[in-house]
């Protein structure tokens, strides 16, 4: 299977070069893509730099400032959809995501059938390191919230680790995706979901970063609480047939 792994950076100087490298020791092969959003501290410009290592397995799209995680993705996909890829994964850069993991996930979908792998802190229990427990409530609640709106049958339905089937890709209308946050992710699985696409949650450990500054904020969650009923009455009026 020809695999791409998508990682979007802001700002990871710190991490860039490790997790470039511990995807690239992996003993299954995957070809990285990164989406940088103008980072000021240089990311960009080390992955240049490894690009002369790794010259036909790591890609890099530059983008003029912050423009989103979920605009991140969507660039990604539409590459990974332009270039034959089989399987696309979604993945942080600061090790919050064990690499080893991509391996899991990969096999869900290369060989137990699934079009969907999430890897999922949730679904055997809470499986959380170095978070504080505010956190930890805030995120498990809210998928607690989210699996009550939408009706979706997944224990981490903010889960931002992820592998798709390319036929997912192309079937999702990707330019009426409209959130950026951790809402997107919640969009990209209930749109999945609703095209019947069959979907796995992979356990995994999720490890809180310990080098460079969190993305996360406030207005992000308050996006996926109040985005995910916009997303359940949108999909009142949306026809759900694959072609």
């Not at 710190?14 to 003993?27: G, Q, R």
């Not at 034959?84 to 869900?108: G, R, T, W």
């Not at 170095?130 to 609640?141: A, D, G, H, K």
């Amino acid at each position: 299977m020809k695999n791409l792994v998508i990682i979007p950076t802001y700002n990871e100087i710190d991490n860039i070069e490790n997790i470039i490298s511990a995807v690239f020791a992996l003993n299954v092969a995957f070809d990285l893509l990164i989406v940088d959003d103008g980072s000021p501290d240089g990311t960009a410009e080390k992955v240049k730099e490894l690009q002369k290592i790794y010259p036909d397995k790591l890609f890099m799209i530059q983008r003029k400032g912050k423009l989103g995680l979920g605009t991140a993705y969507i660039t990604g996909f539409k590459y990974a959809i332009a270039n034959s890829y089989e399987l696309v994964y979604e993945m942080d850069a600061d090790f919050s995501h064990n690499p080893q993991d991509l391996i899991k996930l990969c096999k869900a979908c290369s060989e137990d059938g699934n079009d969907m792998a999430i890897g999922s802190r949730y679904a055997t229990g809470v499986n959380v390191v170095n978070w504080p427990m505010s956190r930890v409530l805030l995120s498990y609640f809210a998928s607690v919230y989210v699996r009550f709106i939408t009706g979706m049958p997944i224990q981490d339905t903010t889960a931002g680790f992820k592998c798709y089937r390319i036929e997912v890709l192309k079937t999702i209308n990707l330019d009426k995706i409209r959130f950026v946050g951790y809402a997107f992710q919640i969009e990209m699985k209930f749109e999945t979901f609703m095209f019947g696409f069959k979907i796995k949650e992979v356990p995994i450990i999720f490890t809180d970063r310990t080098l460079g500054e969190s993305k996360m904020s406030k207005s992000i969650f308050r996006e996926a609480l109040l985005g995910i009923i916009e997303i359940k009455i949108a999909s009142y009026f949306k026809n759900y047939i694959r072609n």
